[in-house]
């Protein structure tokens, strides 16, 4: 017993904020205090999930002087990544970034703020589309013609403006307070990445599309994730905070209907991507989160698509905590805040996924019964042991999340997701004690920089 009391002392010594660290006027790497350096060239340690399989995650660890910068603008970022964002993705050099303060996505070249207008193709407006498309009027089939074709050229010209291209072999991390927004971290065929100690905000979508036939009555999808991780191998995501801040889908329009969804997933891990530990991140007031897996179709996905989940707070959020097809996920010591009338589920079962889910805390209100945590996206199995749940003011219990869904729900799930995770840095905690650690430790300027 004495190993794993051990282990919480040393993470909650490691955590603790160091004074000294680094002021969000810092503008050169000789000004980093001492920490931040560490952090820096930290690679991810051994054993530590999916992510340390193998020759492990380096990151930018190895960045030269020269590579090593400090940036506080989106254009100060795309330099750091490379210098072009059209090329980036393909420039493997070792590299380490510092974000200073805010990043926005929508910082035009000269430094002014661009809106959603800026970015319209001139053939596209708002309210013709809506006009158009309208199922009453066009029916219940894909939008196409002109409106439809300034759509996806306006989609085009924000990817431009807010997707940004991370490369092999780099190093991101915050420093305190540091902030990216309105935009997307794209690591697509660009493996050996670390992200860490970064609040993410509003990668909103100015032009979602409508899909007639998404569900029973359609539905908008937009297209940007915070972080995407796509064909791509080793990837460390940690200590961050994922938010949509001051405009969460539920203030969005309806039209059609149906709300107006403007913002996609926090982390999705899809087209073949593998090898990826996400830990001690803090997922607040968002829909979508966690998407591994792009598709249904049996293909290059099978044997893909492994991920470890551990220590992250999910809070107030409604579904994709994961949603998994194929991979051999595993998700343990994750505290679950969860309530409200919009909530759907934690846990998704999808097609092949072996999910292993482990000593997980729930908190959940009286709106969100447990055996609605999971869901069939057409499953068969996961393996779910040692969760526990606090629901409404009742006490803490064990609870069999497993049987309760079986016991609710057709077909039933079962209980063997065929294999055994052996990639843990540290003993498995007991579910109780899950949030006393995660809750103050997990997210962004949780760490000593």
């Known amino acids: 017993m004495r190993r794993p009391l051990l282990g919480v002392l040393v993470l909650a010594l490691l955590f603790v904020a160091a004074p000294g660290a680094a002021r969000a006027d810092v503008r050169s790497t000789e000004r980093l205090s001492w920490p931040a350096r560490h952090l820096g060239r930290q690679a991810l340690p051994e054993r530590d999930g999916w992510a340390a399989e193998g020759a492990g995650t380096t990151g930018g660890s190895t960045a030269t002087p020269e590579r090593t910068r400090v940036v506080r603008s989106r254009a100060e970022l795309i330099a750091a990544l490379g210098g072009d964002n059209a090329s980036n993705a393909a420039d493997a050099t070792p590299k380490l970034i510092y974000v200073d303060g805010a990043v926005d996505g929508f910082e035009g070249p000269d430094g002014t703020s661009l809106s959603c207008a800026d970015l319209a193709d001139p053939g596209y407006r708002l309210d013709a589309y809506l006009a158009a498309y309208d199922p009453a009027v066009w029916g219940r089939v894909a939008p196409a013609g002109p409106l439809e074709e300034a759509r996806v050229r306006s989609v085009t010209n924000q990817t431009r403006q807010t997707q940004l291209n991370v490369g092999p072999n780099t190093t991101i991390v915050g420093l305190r307070g540091a902030r990216l ?23 909103r979508d100015c032009f979602p599309a409508w899909s007639p ?184 219990r064990p609870v069999d999340l497993l049987a309760a869904y079986n016991a609710s729900h057709d077909p039933d799930l079962g209980a063997d997701a065929g294999w055994t995770p052996t990639l843990r840095r540290e003993p498995v905690l007991p579910a109780p004690l899950v949030p006393l650690l995660v809750g103050p430790l997990a997210g962004a300027d949780r760490l000593p920089i």
């Open 181 to 203: 927004t309105g935009l997307t971290l794209m690591i697509d065929r660009a493996s050996n990445v670390i992200v860490r100690n970064l609040t993410l905000v509003d990668a």
């Open 213 to 396: 036939t998404d569900g029973e009555a359609g539905n908008w999808n937009s297209q940007y994730d915070q972080i995407s991780v796509r064909r791509s191998e080793h990837v460390w995501v940690d200590h961050n905070t994922f938010t949509d801040g001051d405009n969460p889908d539920s203030a969005q329009p309806v039209y059609f209907g149906r709300p107006y969804q403007v913002h996609d997933g926090s982390l999705d891990v899809t087209h073949t991507a593998s090898l990826v530990t996400a830990s001690w991140n803090r997922f607040t007031g968002r829909d979508k989160l966690l998407l591994i897996g792009s598709s249904n179709t049996v293909g290059p996905d099978v044997g893909r698509l492994r991920v470890t989940l551990h220590h992250n707070l999910f809070d107030g959020v409604l579904q994709r905590l994961p949603r998994v097809r194929f991979g051999q996920v595993d998700v343990y010591n994750n505290h679950y805040r969860l309530g409200g009338s919009d909530f759907q589920y934690a846990l998704g079962v999808g097609v092949q996924s072996a999910i292993y889910a482990q000593n997980n805390f729930f908190t959940l209100d009286a709106l969100v019964d447990p055996a609605d945590l999971l869901y069939d996206w057409g499953g068969t199995t996961l393996t779910e042991r040692g969760s526990w749940v606090r629901r409404g003011d009742g006490p803490a």
